[in-house]
């Protein structure tokens, strides 16, 4: 077991019992206050360690690495030092921060420096992103669109159980937690016209999903292995892929999604470490088919993240649309990204690997309103009695995301996007 990854571990920092941000977590973000440039931080209980500061006072000098990376916008040159490096100063700062240690625990002054409240901070994007990849992997999800869509005695298409079926989107529309976006317009075509026309989506759903984010490149031509998948990943955020269900449904025959998905993605501030979530591993799903050799796997490598989706109308209160976990994923992590490479594709520090809408197996787990209104033919009520059977102008979707195991709990914080009219 890793030494920040002990469950005994305690802060002497307060941190709440039920806080997404224990001694064990410390994950790493990109904030700014009003005095402060960007730079990079780690979550504790509701503080945020500021390591610019950190490395001022020589807390990481034993270390002998280049500290300014801890200056900069995006956490990718702090990545691209390697995962022996992630893991000595996430090392460090478990000790900096543990109950036991005198090191910060007994220096006030320096505690003033390096520690910001949590709600005087603006959090950034994590990562400069070059590439983003969405896939479609949860078993439940892909066999309700198919039996809403097809022949549901078929729901799954002939590959699906074959390979890790994803495609290409659009990193340049993906915004951190907070950032609100305008509802989209494309091409849309109802059932009984003749013709399409173009206006406001009126089919707007969001999808329920995490992502990993790449932190080992890959030269072209190059592909990554089962056993070597771990090491190319940094880290896990959440993740809203927003949908427009109607320009989706005109327009992706017969190359799949295009403007229908490339309008707003929405992603959590904080990335939890592949190393702080080893504990929360479990068993997946048995692969049936048998697949093919260079995706076979042995061990524990789906994760237990519980995760919730809550709707708040506008001036209204947040109310629960779903929960589900992370672990009805049928394809895992290391599949996604081994089928992604195995063409040769490259990868880069800071792609972003999304792992599609994830869905458990009832209704009350399914990852997106197309699923839990079934196609809006199943509205849902809202405690102040409104109805939706898609997501409307006003309402802000929030999503979270924790593992638990024993008394050891994890967080994500939160992935939170607000709706706005069509421009």
Same mark, same amino acid.
């Given at each position: 077991?890793?030494?920040?990854?002990?469950?005994?571990?305690?802060?002497?920092?307060?941190?709440?019992?039920?806080?997404?941000?224990?001694?064990?977590?410390?994950?790493?973000?990109?904030?700014?206050?009003?005095?402060?440039?960007?730079?990079?931080?780690?979550?504790?209980?509701?503080?945020?360690?500021?390591?610019?500061?950190?490395?001022?006072?020589?807390?990481?000098?034993?270390?002998?690495?280049?500290?300014?990376? @801890?200056? +900069?916008?995006?956490?990718?040159?702090?990545?691209?030092?390697?995962?022996?490096?992630?893991?000595?100063?996430?090392?460090?700062?478990?000790?900096?921060?543990?109950?036991?240690?005198?090191?910060?625990?007994?220096?006030?002054?320096?505690?003033?420096?390096?520690?910001?409240?949590?709600?005087?901070?603006?959090?950034?994007?994590?990562?400069?992103?070059?590439?983003?990849?969405?896939?479609?992997?949860?078993?439940?999800?892909?066999?309700?669109?198919?039996?809403?869509?097809?022949?549901?005695?078929?729901?799954?298409?002939?590959?699906?159980?074959?390979?890790?079926?994803?495609?290409?989107?659009?990193?340049?529309?993906?915004?951190?937690?907070?950032?609100?976006?305008?509802?989209?317009?494309?091409?849309?075509?109802?059932?009984?016209?003749?013709?399409?026309? @173009?206006?406001?989506?009126?089919?707007?759903?969001?999808?329920?999903?995490?992502? @990993?984010?790449?932190?080992?490149?890959?030269?072209?031509?190059?592909?990554?292995?089962?056993?070597?998948?771990?090491?190319?990943?940094?880290?896990?955020?959440?993740?809203?892929?927003?949908?427009?269900?109607?320009?989706?449904?005109?327009?992706?025959?017969?190359?799949?999604?295009?403007?229908?998905?490339?309008?707003?993605?929405?992603?959590?501030?904080?990335?939890?470490?592949?190393?702080?979530?080893?504990?929360?591993?479990?068993?997946?799903?048995?692969?049936?088919?048998?697949?093919?050799?260079?995706?076979?796997?042995?061990?524990?490598?789906?994760?237990?993240?519980?995760?919730?989706?809550?709707?708040?109308?506008?001036?209204?209160?947040?109310?629960?649309?779903?929960?589900?976990?992370?672990?009805?994923?049928?394809?895992?992590?290391?599949?996604?990204?081994?089928?992604?490479?195995?063409?040769?594709?490259?990868?880069?520090?800071?792609?972003?690997?999304?792992?599609?809408?994830?869905?458990?197996?009832?209704?009350?787990?399914?990852?997106?309103?197309?699923?839990?209104?079934?196609?809006?033919?199943?509205?849902?009520?809202?405690?102040?009695?409104?109805?939706?059977?898609?997501?409307?102008?006003?309402?802000?979707?929030?999503?979270?995301?924790?593992?638990? +195991?024993?008394?050891?709990?994890?967080?994500?914080?939160?992935?939170?996007?607000?709706?706005?009219?069509?421009?």
């Amino acid at each position: 077991m890793m030494k920040a990854n002990d469950p005994t571990l305690k802060s002497w920092i307060t941190i709440d019992k039920n806080s997404d941000f224990p001694i064990q977590n410390l994950p790493f973000g990109i904030f700014k206050t009003a005095s402060l440039k960007p730079r990079v931080g780690v979550a504790i209980g509701d503080q945020v360690l500021d390591l610019v500061a950190v490395s001022k006072l020589g807390y990481f000098n034993n270390l002998r690495f280049d500290t300014q990376v @801890f200056a +900069k916008e995006h956490l990718n040159d702090f990545i691209a030092l390697g995962q022996p490096l992630w893991r000595s100063v996430r090392e460090k700062i478990s000790d900096l921060l543990d109950a036991s240690k005198e090191e910060l625990r007994d220096n006030p002054e320096a505690q003033k420096k390096v520690l910001i409240p949590m709600s005087e901070v603006q959090m950034l994007l994590p990562v400069k992103i070059g590439d983003y990849t969405d896939f479609y992997s949860s078993l439940d999800h892909a066999t309700n669109m198919g039996k809403m869509f097809r022949d549901p005695a078929n729901a799954l298409l002939p590959n699906w159980k074959h390979i890790p079926v994803g495609y290409h989107g659009r990193a340049s529309s993906i915004a951190v937690s907070g950032t609100n976006f305008h509802r989209p317009k494309g091409q849309t075509k109802a059932a009984d016209a003749e013709l399409p026309v @173009f206006g406001p989506c009126k089919l707007l759903d969001f999808e329920l999903e995490t992502a @990993f984010i790449i932190g080992k490149p890959t030269q072209p031509g190059e592909t990554v292995s089962i056993p070597k998948a771990d090491d190319h990943i940094f880290g896990m955020v959440l993740f809203n892929d927003w949908s427009a269900r109607d320009i989706q449904s005109w327009e992706y025959v017969p190359l799949g999604p295009f403007l229908g998905k490339s309008f707003a993605s929405t992603m959590s501030p904080w990335v939890v470490t592949l190393d702080a979530l080893k504990p929360f591993r479990v068993e997946g799903y048995k692969q049936e088919p048998k697949v093919l050799p260079y995706l076979e796997y042995l061990g524990k490598k789906n994760v237990d993240i519980n995760l919730e989706v809550y709707l708040q109308p506008k001036d209204g209160e947040p109310f629960k649309l779903c929960t589900s976990n992370y672990k009805y994923m049928y394809w895992t992590m290391e599949q996604q990204l081994v089928h992604h490479t195995s063409n040769g594709c490259n990868i880069n520090i800071g792609d972003v690997m999304a792992s599609g809408t994830i869905s458990g197996p009832e209704e009350g787990s399914f990852g997106s309103m197309m699923e839990l209104s079934w196609k809006g033919t199943k509205p849902i009520r809202l405690p102040d009695g409104s109805e939706r059977k898609f997501i409307q102008d006003g309402d802000t979707l929030i999503i979270k995301g924790f593992a638990k +195991k024993n008394s050891t709990r994890i967080g994500f914080g939160e992935c939170i996007s607000t709706v706005l009219p069509a421009l």
